[in-house]
């Protein structure tokens, strides 16, 4: 969280992406916090953070002529910890994609056999997200 709560913490943090993303050739990064908003001053400064990193890889493009690298997020499919853990409009509005983290929905917790992630559930599944 120390890498968040100050302007300098995340202007260090996107640069140091930059430099390492540029030098091992990967093409973004997919930040996965799990979970932004506790405490609740992190919900912000985890948009400040997704804000500050789309400018310097917009910076860095224009220095480069090349495209941007792509910013992800991972994100919680359930839609209790989304609104309590991002600004989800500002969020969106600064990464490229979103991945869901959808691996967890049935397990040994489970009293019935299912898919891991099933794309639909089933009838006697009341497990609601």
Do not use: C
Request: aromatic residues 12%; glycine residues 4%.
């Amino acid at each position: 969280m120390k890498v968040v709560s100050t302007d300098r913490g995340r202007k260090s943090f996107a640069a140091s992406a930059v430099n390492y993303l540029r030098a091992y050739g990967f093409d973004g990064l997919d930040i996965d916090w799990e979970y932004p908003g506790t405490p609740p001053e992190t919900k912000q400064n985890f948009t400040i953070l997704l804000q500050t990193i789309r400018a310097e890889f917009e910076e860095d493009a224009r220095r480069r002529q090349m495209a941007p690298l792509l910013l992800s997020v991972a994100a919680p499919v359930s839609l209790s910890q989304m609104e309590a853990g991002y600004e989800i409009q500002e969020v969106t509005s600064l990464v490229d994609f979103v991945n869901l983290m959808a691996y967890d929905f049935h397990g040994s917790w489970n009293k019935i056999t299912s898919f891991n992630s099933p794309l639909y559930s089933r009838l006697n599944d009341t497990r609601t997200l």
